[in-house]
């Protein structure tokens, strides 16, 4: 088959699939939500294991350089191992942290909302006593009973049917975690095999040049993405400390958790500043609600503080990023994909300008070399100068056969 014949015939085929994808789009993103369902665990797993990679690489690096004094080095293996259970176990005594500090301040908090509450319910007895509710006992007497049993009726198998099915869900979900983390730490331990694999098919069944830009694009973006994360966790820190010190500083209570709570959550993009906002004026509200109005104007000024003139500078500088194409990424991954594209956007934006750069320098030229001044006419051995022009340097004939 002749090359325009195989190139036409592609064409069409392409052309009449995607015209039937689009006539049955319905039918097409039901089966893409299955085929996604279907590798859900694996796609959290590796999710996951991208962030457990970031501090377990730095880890290993300086775990490698402190055995490569010493005789007696362990494997590999044991190292990544180590390293792995280091990683998770910070992790896991952060969120004891959190835990530890939020738990008993929430319990202190409801035994004194209880004992408000035990204290207010003699002045409610005593106000429904003296209260006119004659207007009550005329709407009671008004309401059709039969259509009232009915209306329970239908709720309670209503309710019956949403409790059959949140229960499914929770026991669906819960299965997709656990898989997840399974996956996840086997990617983790696993990872230098499985970029050996992924190398290995990408180069079998792609093109040399198209392989190689694949893989450069993956390798920009696991650095752009440590880089993002490192520096979301510097910021976090920042932020916690910056929450600690504003709620001491203006007398609301809770400085010291809600800085903790708000460092946990400031590792989600600006939608973590949100979560961290309701918890903490929820945690004031049991107390004052005059103190929960400050701790809200207090918390959305530094809040207000950091997001225009630290994040970005950041968590900016860390990807090489502008402040300005910080906030554009964020927006735009936010408004796609929620969360996740708030997360992921940054790091691929990074990577994206980065690889325009690359391509537009290699178009300008920017690295032309000097240009070569030709030698001086040679009279020919004749007595008569050339008239043919000087010719020209090699490097600016190669200059000018690329378009």
């Known amino acids: 088959m002749e090359a325009k014949t195989k190139q036409y015939l592609t064409v069409t085929v392409v052309g009449v699939a995607l015209f039937a994808a689009l006539m049955n789009f319905a039918d097409v993103m039901g089966f893409l939500r299955g085929i996604v369902s279907i590798f859900l665990p694996v796609i959290i797993g590796g999710i996951l294991a991208l962030f457990i990679n970031v501090p377990m690489n730095g880890l290993e690096k300086r775990l490698r350089r402190l055995f490569d004094r010493k005789k ?3 494997s590999d ?15 896991v005594l952060v969120l004891i942290l959190a835990l530890t500090l939020l738990i008993p301040e929430l319990v202190s908090s409801i035994q004194s909302l209880y004992t408000q509450i035990e204290a207010a319910v003699p002045r409610w007895l005593a106000y429904l006593k003296d209260a006119d509710i004659e207007w009550l006992r005329r709407w009671i007497s008004g309401l059709d009973w039969d259509a ?8 309670l198998d209503t309710l019956a049917s949403n409790a059959v099915g949140a229960v499914s869900a929770t026991v669906n979900t819960v299965v997709t975690v656990a898989f997840a983390l399974i996956i996840s730490v086997y990617m983790s331990l696993d990872r230098k095999m499985l ?6 098919l990408v180069r079998a069944y792609l093109k040399p040049s198209l392989a190689d830009s694949f893989l450069n694009f993956c390798r920009l973006f696991r650095q752009s993405f440590a880089s993002f994360l490192t520096g979301q966790c510097a910021e976090a820190v920042i932020l916690g400390i910056l929450m600690t010190l504003a709620f001491t500083l203006f007398r609301i209570p809770y400085g010291s958790l809600v800085g903790v709570v708000t460092a946990i959550c400031a590792l989600i993009p600006y939608i973590g500043a949100f979560i961290s906002c309701c918890v903490s004026v929820f945690l004031v509200l049991l107390i004052d609600p005059l103190l929960a109005l400050r701790c809200l104007i207090v918390y959305n000024a530094v809040q207000f503080i950091e997001n225009q003139f630290i994040y970005p500078r950041v968590v900016g500088s860390s990807v090489g990023l502008p402040p300005i194409y910080t906030l554009i990424a964020a ?4 408004k796609l994909f929620g969360i996740v594209g708030i997360i992921f956007f940054i790091p691929l934006a990074a990577v994206l300008i980065e690889l325009v750069k690359e391509h537009a320098d290699a178009r300008l030229k920017v690295d032309t070399p000097a240009f070569k001044a030709p030698e001086a006419d040679t009279p020919r051995q004749d007595g008569e100068i050339s008239a043919d022009p000087p010719a020209e340097p090699e490097e600016e004939q190669r200059e000018d056969k690329e378009p």
């Open 72 to 74: 007696k080095r362990p």
């Open 77 to 91: 293996k044991l190292i990544t191992i180590i390293c792995f259970a280091v990683t998770v176990t910070c992790v």
């Open 148 to 155: 009232v049993v009915k209306t329970f009726t239908d709720s």
């Open 195 to 200: 970029w050996r694999h992924s190398n290995k």
């Open 331 to 334: 927006m735009i991954g936010g």
